[in-house]
C-alpha cells in the first residue's frame, strides 16, 4: 500500500482562515501558483494510481469512463474528443447567476492554470442549485449621496433550481438594462452591460432556457478578456451513466457513507468551535428505517428541490421525497449497484431529477473529473468537510485543491477618501473628550479652569493613596463615604468642565457625523459584490492585466 492511500481513518486535519481580499485590485491564490505545477502533479500520481480502489475499480478507471461519458454527450465545446480526455483537466464552478468580479477571477485562474500546464480549463455551471434572489444591487445616487439599490432583473421564483427557469416576465427581462442605466451612479466609463444582456437575452430567447442565456453572456466577456473555457452544465453530467453509477454505490451503501457524512461535520463543528448543528449545513437523519441521502430531488411538473430519503416500507427499501413520491428498489435479494442503477435511470425517464448536494457535487468532480479544482473561499471552507468524507470513507487522501477570489471596486466619480481608521479615530477622540473634558479644551479654556483640573487631579491623587487593596472587610467599609464623596466630586467637576468644552465637542460630533456617513457612501461604493457586467470593460481589462502581472512573475 501506497503513500496514497490511507492507512486508517486518521488523519490531521488543520483549520484554515482565508481573508477576502478587501482593496481594489487585491487578490487571494492559495496555495501560490509557483507550486501549482508540483501539487497537480501530486493529484496525478494520487488519482492514477492503481492501489486507490473505489467500488471494486481503479479510481482510474472511475475517471476514464466519467470523462468519455461526458465528452461524447458534446457537453464540451471542443472538436477532438479523444485527446480532450486525456489532457489534464482544471475545474471550477459557480452557479449560474450573475457573479461578482471575485468569481470571475476563479475562471481567471483555471484559464491560467490550463494554459501554463498544456491542459484544459473547465467551468461547471451547478444549475441544480436554486434562485435566492431575483435582485442585484446597484449604487445609486439620491440627494447627492451615494446609496445601494435593489433592481428586480426577472420574476424569478425564489427557492426554484436555476435548470427550471426560464423567462417569466418579459417586460422585466427586457427593460432590466435599461432599468439599471437610468438608476447606477456616474461610472467613469461605460460599463459591458448593454452588450452582456443582449447575448443573455438572445440565446435565453431562442432556447427558453436562462442558464443558457447567462452562461453564454458571461463567456461573451470572458472571451474578450481571453478566457476560453469550456463549459459544462451539471444537468450534462447527472444525466451520465458514470454519475449514475456513483449515485447507486453511495444507495448501496447509505448507512455506511450517511455516518460519515455525519461524522465529517461534527469533526469540522468541533475543529471550529461550532454550537449550531445546521452549520456548515445539517446533520443527515439516520434511522433505523429511514435514511437521508445527500441529494436533492425534484421534477419538471414539480420544480421545488425535495431531500432524497431510502426507507423501508413493505418489507423492502424505497426512494422517497416524503412529499408524496416514491419508488420501490429492487428486492434486497437482487439490489445491486448495477441494479440500482437501473432504477435511477427509470426514475430519469420519469421526469425526476437527483442531484448531488453541494459537498457530494465537488467530490464527484475533485475525485471522478478534475485534475485540479479551484474553489472560491465559501466553497473551500465546505470542502474541508468533503476532505474528511474522502478521507473516512475512501480511505485515501484527498487530492490537492486551490482557491480563488479577488476585489475590484466599480470606478465611479468622486468616491469619498473617509475610511473605517478616520471613523474609529474620532470614536475614540469623542469618546475621550467627553469623560475627560480637559483633554479637547483650548489653551484659554484650560486657564480659565485651571483651578477645577488642580482639583482634579488632588482627587486622583487621593483616590490613588485611598486604594483598598489588601483591607479587611471592616476597614473598606470604613472608606466607603469618603470614596464616594470623592467620586461625586469627581463628576460635578467633569459636568463643570463639559460645560466649558460644549463648542469643541460639538465641532467633534459633527466631524464624526460627516465622516460616518462619506464611510457609509464609501462602503457603498466598495462593495465588492456587484455583479460584473457593471462594470466597463476597461475596468475588467484592467483586473485581467493586474492578474496576468501577478502570475507572470
Not at 477532438?80 to 468569481?103: A, N, R, Y
Not at 439620491?142 to 424569478?156: F, R
Not at 432590466?176 to 456616474?186: A, D, G, H, M, T
Request: glycine share 4%; net charge negative.
Amino acid at each position: 500500500m501506497t503513500d496514497a492511500v490511507l492507512q486508517n481513518s486518521e488523519a490531521e486535519v488543520s483549520t484554515t482562515h482565508y481573508r477576502v481580499p478587501r482593496g481594489d485590485g487585491q487578490f487571494l491564490i492559495e496555495p501560490a501558483l509557483s507550486v501549482t505545477p508540483e501539487l497537480i502533479s501530486d493529484n496525478q500520481s494520487l488519482l492514477n494510481n492503481p492501489d486507490v480502489q473505489i467500488w471494486g475499480k481503479t479510481l482510474s478507471q472511475w475517471r476514464t469512463e466519467a470523462r468519455k461519458e461526458l465528452v461524447e454527450r458534446k457537453s464540451c465545446q471542443c472538436t477532438d474528443h479523444g485527446s480532450l480526455i486525456s489532457k489534464l483537466w482544471i475545474l471550477t464552478g459557480h452557479q449560474p447567476e450573475l457573479i461578482h468580479p471575485g468569481v470571475l477571477i476563479k475562471n481567471m485562474l483555471v484559464d491560467h492554470v490550463a494554459k501554463l500546464i498544456g491542459g484544459v480549463g473547465m467551468h461547471v455551471t451547478i444549475d441544480s442549485d436554486t434562485v435566492k434572489s431575483r435582485r442585484i444591487s446597484i449604487p445609486a445616487e439620491k440627494n447627492e449621496s451615494l446609496i445601494k439599490q435593489q433592481i428586480v432583473v426577472d420574476n424569478w421564483p425564489i427557492g426554484m433550481p436555476w435548470q427550471e427557469i426560464g423567462i417569466r416576465s418579459r417586460e422585466l427581462f427586457d427593460s432590466f438594462p435599461e432599468r439599471v442605466q437610468s438608476r447606477l451612479s456616474p461610472l467613469k466609463q461605460p460599463n459591458v452591460l448593454d452588450a452582456y444582456w443582449r447575448s443573455v437575452s438572445e440565446h435565453a430567447v431562442s432556447s427558453g432556457d436562462i442558464v443558457a442565456g447567462l452562461i453564454a453572456g458571461r463567456q461573451s466577456i470572458e472571451q474578450k478578456l481571453g478566457i476560453t473555457n469550456q463549459e459544462i452544465r451539471l444537468t450534462d453530467l447527472a444525466e451520465t451513466e458514470s454519475f449514475h453509477s456513483f449515485l447507486a454505490h453511495i444507495i448501496c451503501d447509505a448507512r455506511k457513507f450517511c455516518s460519515i457524512y455525519n461524522q465529517a461535520l461534527a469533526s469540522y463543528r468541533e475543529r471550529y468551535g461550532l454550537k449550531n448543528n445546521s452549520h456548515p449545513m445539517p446533520d443527515l437523519i439516520l434511522k433505523e428505517h429511514k435514511i437521508e441521502l445527500p441529494f436533492w430531488i425534484w421534477s419538471a411538473e414539480h420544480p421545488q428541490r425535495q431531500g432524497l430519503y431510502l426507507v423501508w416500507q413493505n418489507e423492502n427499501w424505497a426512494l422517497t421525497n416524503h412529499a408524496g413520491w416514491s419508488h420501490p428498489l429492487p428486492d434486497q435479494t437482487s439490489c445491486t449497484a448495477d441494479s440500482l442503477q437501473e432504477a435511477l435511470q427509470e426514475i430519469s425517464e420519469q421526469g425526476f431529477r437527483i442531484r448531488t448536494r453541494a459537498l457530494i457535487t465537488t467530490l464527484y468532480m475533485r475525485l471522478f473529473l478534475a485534475d485540479w479544482f479551484i474553489h472560491g473561499i465559501g466553497g473551500a471552507k465546505y470542502d474541508e468537510v468533503t476532505d474528511e468524507i474522502i478521507r473516512l470513507y475512501f480511505q485515501m487522501k484527498p487530492p490537492h485543491f486551490q482557491v480563488a477570489s479577488g476585489t475590484i471596486w466599480l470606478p465611479l466619480q468622486d468616491v469619498s477618501q473617509t475610511g473605517e481608521d478616520e471613523t474609529a479615530a474620532l470614536k475614540q477622540k469623542l469618546r475621550r473628550a467627553e469623560q475627560n473634558p480637559e483633554t479637547i479644551l483650548s489653551e484659554e479654556q484650560r486657564s480659565d479652569a485651571r483651578d477645577l483640573l488642580l482639583e482634579k487631579q488632588h482627587l486622583i491623587t487621593e483616590q490613588k493613596a485611598a486604594s483598598t487593596t489588601g483591607l479587611s472587610r471592616r476597614e473598606r467599609r470604613l472608606r466607603t463615604p469618603e470614596n464616594q464623596k470623592r467620586y461625586f466630586r469627581f463628576e460635578e467637576i467633569r459636568e463643570q468642565l463639559l460645560h466649558l468644552a460644549a463648542e469643541p465637542i460639538y465641532q467633534l460630533e459633527q466631524q464624526l457625523s460627516q465622516a460616518e456617513e462619506h464611510a457609509e457612501q464609501r462602503a457603498v461604493a466598495t462593495d465588492r459584490e456587484y455583479p460584473f457586467c457593471l462594470y466597463p470593460l476597461k475596468t475588467l481589462q484592467k483586473m485581467q492585466n493586474k492578474f496576468n502581472q501577478i502570475t507572470d512573475s
